[in-house]
């Protein structure tokens, strides 16, 4: 179970895997990861950057396919990601199986520049 919380706002999402997608705010170009749960911990499994710009060179090792490089990030296991909800950039999306949508849908009310919080629900 994937737990998201901002403020007040809370969901559970019965979910093992997710991909956390974002619009860069300047070069417009968007950035993926995939996460999955594992043990009490998020571990991501592969990074997308679907071209490049100042400032978002891919990481050294990253592969290009079909116009999107593709790299796996060298982070230990993460107990919670916190993101930044900004009413000056295109938000956060959330994809479970496929199908993408913002993820502030998932915390209905949540202030501008809330911190959004993702991490394992506890057991």
Same mark, same amino acid.
Request: hydrophobic share 40%; aromatic share 6%; proline share 9%.
């Given at each position: 179970?994937?737990?998201?919380?901002?403020?007040?706002?809370?969901?559970?999402? =019965?979910?093992?895997?997710?991909?956390? =997608?974002?619009?860069?705010?300047?070069?417009?170009?968007?950035?993926?990861?995939?996460?999955?749960?594992e043990?009490?911990?998020?571990?991501?499994?592969?990074?997308?950057?679907?071209? !490049?710009?100042?400032?978002?060179?891919?990481? =050294?090792? !990253?592969?290009?396919?079909?116009?999107?490089?593709?790299?796996?990030?060298?982070?230990?296991?993460?107990?919670?990601?916190?993101?930044?909800?900004?009413?000056?950039?295109?938000?956060?999306?959330?994809c479970?199986?496929?199908?993408?949508?913002?993820?502030?849908?998932?915390?209905?009310?949540?202030?501008?520049?809330?911190?959004?919080?993702?991490?394992?629900?506890?057991?």
């Amino acid at each position: 179970m994937l737990c998201l919380a901002a403020g007040a706002a809370s969901a559970v999402l =019965a979910i093992n895997g997710f991909t956390l =997608a974002w619009m860069h705010s300047i070069e417009k170009v968007r950035w993926e990861e995939d996460w999955r749960i594992e043990g009490h911990a998020l571990v991501i499994t592969e990074a997308r950057i679907r071209g !490049s710009g100042a400032g978002m060179e891919p990481p =050294a090792g !990253s592969v290009l396919k079909d116009g999107v490089w593709h790299y796996r990030p060298p982070l230990p296991p993460q107990t919670m990601l916190r993101l930044t909800h900004s009413p000056y950039t295109s938000g956060y999306e959330l994809c479970i199986e496929g199908r993408c949508g913002p993820l502030a849908d998932h915390l209905p009310g949540i202030d501008n520049n809330a911190v959004i919080e993702i991490g394992r629900c506890p057991p």
